[in-house]
Every structure is written in structure tokens, then in C-alpha cells.
């Protein structure tokens, strides 16, 4: 699986997903990827032509979800595994399960075919 984080701001939709391949900021975080923001990732490495299919898991409103948007807009400058991405972890699932267990509150956690959703919790 290949989750990612969408905010909504007054209607303007980013989308926050770590991917294999490093960006131009030499890191694994990207920002808006994609510009359909609902469209899954390639369904073979390095073809535009094949796509999974997106799936809301779940959703965060009112004023936990300004705390969680501030939080991911920030996550570019603060996410310890930016650097580095291996399919058992750090990936996309550390990323996303990262970000949720910053607000125990929401009492969230990904699936547990999330393949390395747990490597920063081994990491402490």
C-alpha cells in the first residue's frame, strides 16, 4: 500500500507523499506529486500508463485538523526520515503513521499490511 496525506485549505487541495525516488530537494518527501490528488501511484515502477486506485481511509476536520495540516506543512523541515527510503522502511507508511502518531488524540493507525509503518517506533 501507498498512503498519503491530502490538506484542504479553504478548498486548495496539497498533497504530502513519500516516494522511492528522491526529489529535486534531494529528499523523499514530495509536495504534490501528482495533480490529480485522489490518483494512486504507478502500478509498474517508472510507467505513466497504469495506476492503482486512491482510497480515503479516513479524514480529520475542525480544529484538529488546522493543528494536523500546520503539522504536515511543516513535516518537510522536521520528518527525521526524509533522507533515506527502503520498501521495509522508512517509507510512505513511516511517513503517514509519523505524522498520526503526533496526535495520539485521533487514535489512528494505518492497516496492518502497512509494510513499515512501524520503523520509527522501533526507533526511539
Known sequence: MHPWILCSEKGKLTRYEVRHLKNKANNHLYINYYSNFFQGIEMFMFSNKYFWKGKLFFSIEGSQAKKTINFVKK????YPYKNRYSYLGPNSNTYVQWVLDSFPMLNIELPRNAI????HRKKK
Do not use: L
Open 75 to 78: 513535516s518537510k523541515d522536521y
Open 116 to 119: 513499515g509503518k512501524n520503523y
